[in-house]
């Protein structure tokens, strides 16, 4: 990209700070000490807050200004700093209902979030609550036609913390350890970076979060060596980058010494949080699954029907794949893939735990997803060598697509960690099978999540599915909370979108004419979203962009993007807005950034 003009102008912003009020009746030293004790009050209480603010690269800063103008996306940009104020629960409906699963969870909720405010939390989500009695105002059943199934339960928050008058015991940790905890989980120790001195077992100690800066050779790290003690003074390391990045307050269940020398287990129990929300890790499984909300949606936008092959091609770890099986009561066939190994074991551990039988996991690369011929030829030859084990409900992938299963196959085609295959198709050598016969006996190295076989698909026969799911790997800046963001570029952006393009084309291909597909990204990014509608419906006339049931999300954006190079990208145009469906992270909805297109596939001879 050439550096040096720039198409967008540039916006500073600044962060107001509230200097204490003072009164004309005052007396002078009487005011000297007022202010002193209340600058000490107000820049303590400014320390020891959450106040975070996420910084962009600046290109990318100019981009998204282009696109939302200023104001709002400065909205969107502090909407992605805090979690969403509710949890959203899918509840299996092949095994209960959402009644019986609030019944089951009002115990639990109510202990847990008990005296919270939630008047705030209230205005949020009005729009989706059912007008419920005020004995189970924590927990409600979504009041969106056809989404029954899903229940929302309170949390709150911001919530101001009392850390004390004088500078407390502290603990800070990774990252992306405070995005978890502001989600609701515990400190566990891996998350832990540094700790202050003569921390025992039941201190309390107020947490902090180290977020990544950028290092004079334009690296980003947190720079912080596991371990560092704390003073609690500004010798600290990243001290004054800390202020207003404090997420709460809890009790040490390890000292100091315990927390560095142990690998696992409960760092820190969170006492009080800047945002409370329950976790239902462990909670009702089988039964229910925590799901954002508008990823329920575009499963539901898909439609499937009982007795359709679905292709969900990016799959991992199968929330909606569960989702769309579940909705097609389990009946048809789901084919669920993802390139990782790991990932598609954890596709098969959700579809047995929410006992679904119709769906059916394997490792594949979706730019790969559509079969070649010399794939048929190479699948006969394996066919008869090495494939122990074919589906054989699967006929079409049976014949085109055989699977193997022996497991030093799988573990020679594992990617090479650069998302490319190692000599896929080739037989392994003698070193990889002493390699194999090693793991045999060693167990699968922590690499591999219990060294489960998967299977292994060559790809699909063009037209060979009703209905495909493309929830494409995405920049994903629409997740929240998220305190970082200095790592994305426009270069990194583009990447994703040229990606996302490579494997909308094979979704093309393999859906039938008279089919659907249904595009989603978890990103506020244009040129993944709305410049891949643009791509498709320019591409393949005999795509149109189809209405969406249910449609909660806001309109696309209409428009386009020069770039100084020369790159262009076009969004949508007036007509197309209303047919997508854009959640923005800083709409009352209170939702995780996220978008979804729904394709109707024509005649594919036009
Ligand atoms: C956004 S996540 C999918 C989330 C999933 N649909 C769900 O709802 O649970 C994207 C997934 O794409 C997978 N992925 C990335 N590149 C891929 C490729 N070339 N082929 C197949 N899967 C890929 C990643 O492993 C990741 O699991």
Redesign the pocket.
Known sequence: MKKGRDLFFFTTCRTLHKTPNSSNSITATAFHETMQSSDHNSSHSQRYSFNPTLNWNPQLHNYFINAYGSDHFSRISSALTRPSRYSCIRVNTLCSTSDAVIEKLRSTVKEKLNGSDCEDVDDAVNPLKEDLDSDSSLLFKCKIPGLDYVVFVWGSGPHHVDYGNVAPKEVIVSRKCAEAVLRGAQVYVPGIMACSAHVEKGDTVAVSVAIEQQGSDGGWSSGMTRGIVLQGSETDPYYLERNGLYIGQGTAMLSRAGMFRVTEGLGVDMKDRVYELHSFHNVLEGEIFLQNLP?IIAAHALDPQMGERIL??????????TAIAILMKDKGEVIA????HN?VLDIEKLAAELGLSCIKAFK????KSVSQRNDIDTCHNNATNDVKNQVSSNLQVERMSPLVTESFKTETLEENGK?EKAREGAYPSKAEIRKSMRRARNGPGRNQSGGGRVDISKGFEPDSFDRVLL????SALGLRPRLFAGEDTIESLRSHAKYQRR?FDQAVQLVRPGGVIVYST?TINPGENEALVRYALDKYKYLSLAPQHPKIGGPGLVGSCEFPDGYAEEWLRPGEEDLVQRFDPSSPLDTIGFFIAKFAVGSKDT
Do not use: E, F, I, W
């Not at 969900?312 to 794949?321: E, I, L, R, V, Y």
């Not at 893939?337 to 990782?340: A, F, L, M, N, Q």
């Not at 929830?471 to 995405?474: E, G, L, R, S, T």
């Open positions: 990823s969900d091609m990016c799959a991992a770890p199968g929330g909606k794949t893939t993802d390139r990782s990932k594949l690369d979706a730019l998302g929830d494409a790997p995405c494997m978890c």
